[in-house]
């Protein structure tokens, strides 16, 4: 089992930057894919990217690719979700889950952290 903890959300401009963390406090992080997922007011839970287990493997939903890296440190238990060139149409909760399987679809993902605010502002 995973208990996934996000943080390093906040408030940035737009064209600003801002890396987000997910720690996970169990023993078996390596064995699952991970994933990034957001939700902003009004819209459904959406992907972001994911990384397989090994970290070699990565996927990116298209409004994102370019601007945001996944990445992930099995040592430390922890993915990360670098987000360059921010935009105000980022702004969103943004939650990290775990999986059995590499996927961009949220019904795979098992196990969700509590979520992270990130707001871009114009």
């Known amino acids: 089992q995973v208990q996934l903890v996000e943080s390093g959300g906040g408030l940035v401009q737009a064209g600003g930057s801002l890396r987000l963390s997910c720690a996970d406090s169990?023993?078996?992080?390596?064995?699952?894919?991970m994933g990034w997922f957001r939700q902003a007011p009004g819209k459904e839970r959406e992907f972001v990217a994911v990384?397989?287990?090994?970290?070699?493997?990565?996927r990116y939903a298209p409004s994102v690719k370019g601007r945001f890296t996944i990445s992930r440190d099995n040592a430390k238990n922890t993915m990360y979700l670098q987000m360059n060139s921010l935009k105000p149409e980022d702004t969103a909760v943004y939650y990290c889950a775990a999986a059995l399987v590499f996927s961009s679809n949220s019904a795979e993902y098992h196990d969700w952290g509590q979520g992270t605010q990130v707001t871009v502002s114009s």
């Open positions: 990384i397989s287990w090994s970290g070699d493997t990565t």
């Open positions: 169990g023993r078996t992080f390596s064995s699952y894919v």
